[in-house]
């Protein structure tokens, strides 16, 4: 794992990030997949600054994590559960290679160490293979990544009620939440989650 300390990141390496981000968001899930980044990256920031994790690799893998998913999807497919499962070991390849040849690019590798580069790819590999997850900062990342999917006051869920409770059947109750390790996540997930549910009551 990358050393531990609270290096930020800069606004312009942020505005660069996010325009490269950007352009593969808005071509994959249809209304989901930017403002659920900007959620993650939210929560991906509040985790690293309470546990003392390195801010400037969880904020960029928060960018990346996800920009793996376009051109995956067809019409309504992203708002299938069982689609979006399908594709996720998929996103997570195509992710990892477009955040490497990002990070690898002259004005944007001189930001990041060797060891810092190599972990963010790392991650965006990772962080939907919950049962593997082990070091801080991937459990940090699954935290936020599952945060920044059930907080509809940053982001309306695009699935359908009987979709929504497989989703925290399935995922949620069984697979993330036991997984969470953060004293701020655990107490984010507590407040979010019933009013994730209520939306379908």
């Keep these: 794992m990358a050393p531990e300390n609270k290096s930020n990141i800069s606004l312009e390496l942020e505005t660069k990030i996010e325009k490269y981000a950007l352009s593969f968001l808005c071509q994959g899930r249809k209304e989901w997949d930017e403002p659920h980044t900007k959620a993650v990256v939210y929560y991906a920031?509040?985790?690293a600054n309470s546990s003392g994790l390195n801010v400037l690799v969880?904020?960029?893998a928060a960018?990346?994590?996800?920009?793996g998913y376009h051109s995956l999807f067809e019409g309504d497919e992203s708002?299938?559960?069982?689609?979006?499962?399908?594709r996720k070991a998929k996103h997570m390849a195509n992710g990892a290679k477009l955040a490497e040849l990002f990070l690898e690019k002259p004005e944007i590798k001189t930001?990041?160490?060797k060891e810092q580069t190599e972990r963010i790819i790392h991650l965006v590999s990772v962080h939907d293979l919950v049962e593997e997850l082990k070091?801080?900062?991937?459990?940090?990342?699954?935290?936020?990544?599952?945060?920044?999917?059930?907080?509809i006051d940053r982001v309306s869920t695009t699935f359908s009620r009987e979709d929504a409770m497989k989703y925290v059947e399935k995922e949620l109750t069984t697979r993330r939440f036991p997984k969470f390790r953060t004293k701020i996540g655990i107490k984010y997930y507590q407040e979010l989650l019933p009013k994730f549910t209520a939306q379908f009551d």
Excluded: N, P, R
């Design 45 to 47: 920031t509040e985790i």
């Design 58 to 60: 969880l904020k960029t």
């Design 63 to 67: 960018w990346l994590h996800d920009i």
């Design 79 to 86: 708002k299938q559960f069982s689609q979006v499962m399908d």
């Design 111 to 113: 930001f990041y160490t």
């Design 135 to 151: 070091d801080d900062d991937e459990i940090a990342l699954m935290e936020a990544d599952t945060l920044g999917a059930i907080d």
